[in-house]
């Protein structure tokens, strides 16, 4: 069975700051790996995705995630935060495959204070 | 291009009402997914389909829960009779029918519901 853990449920960080969100999965077979964002009101958006390939994978607006499978974690980063990041961020893993679902974690909801 | 549209975005009953969604998926994508997401939680899958044909409905609650895509395009989605506990945002989401999960999943903005 697949899961995924975020470590904890609200991160607030400054204007400028790093961004760090923590994802650690569990999965019985080669795992893909996602992360989305969800602004109020509104549907998830994919941020990026490792699917095997590359272990640190570059996203949309500045973020990026490193897969590393000795620690089961695919942490989502961004070297500066900025006001527009406020929202809520979901990891979730999938195994893959032409019927694989994703399982998505509790999320993480990001504030920037300025 | 379009996105996936659902409606309503709100609606409010009380317990033991039926209701229904509706969710459009982007042209072209034959796989739709129905996510439920209640406050503080990830998204959980309802069900999947592939054109008109359920792929996995495991964690859709068949005793009050529902839904078709009869002609494989749109898809509806019903409640009844409601609980309280089935208070929630319902997400749709589709995607192009490739030969993995890696291809990505669009969501629409989902609907609203709330049980009194």
Redesign the interface.
């Known amino acids: 069975a697949q899961s995924v853990t975020q470590l904890g449920s609200h991160v607030s960080v400054s204007e400028g700051a790093l961004v760090l969100l923590r994802c650690n999965y569990s999965s019985s077979v080669p795992p893909y790996l996602f992360w989305y964002v969800q602004y109020p009101n509104q549907g998830l958006q994919l941020l990026l995705k490792y699917t095997s390939a590359a272990t640190l994978v570059k996203g949309i607006n500045g973020f990026e995630a490193e897969f590393k499978k000795s620690e089961t974690s695919f942490h989502l980063t961004k070297p500066s935060a900025h006001m527009s990041d406020a929202a809520e961020y979901f990891c979730a893993v999938s195994r893959g495959g032409s019927q694989g679902n994703l399982i998505f974690g509790k999320g993480t909801k990001l504030s920037v204070k300025p | 291009e379009a996105g ?1 549209a659902q409606s309503p975005r709100y609606k409010i009953i009380e317990k033991r009402q039926s209701v229904a969604f509706w969710c459009n998926p982007i042209s072209g994508h034959a796989t739709l ?1 129905w996510y439920q997401q209640i406050l ?6 309802l069900i ?1 389909f592939q054109n008109n044909g359920v ?2 409905d495991s964690q859709l609650p068949k005793d009050r829960f529902s839904a078709e895509r009869l002609k494989g395009v749109d898809s509806t989605l019903k409640i009844q009779p409601a609980k309280l506990e089935d208070s929630a945002v319902y ?1 749709c ?1 589709s995607r192009i ?6 291809y ?2 669009y ?4 609907t ?1 519901l709330t049980v009194t």
């Open positions: 996936v997914y503080g939680q990830g998204p959980k899958l999947q792929v996995d997400l989401a029918p490739g030969r993995d999960v890696a990505e999943q969501f629409g903005p989902g609203r």
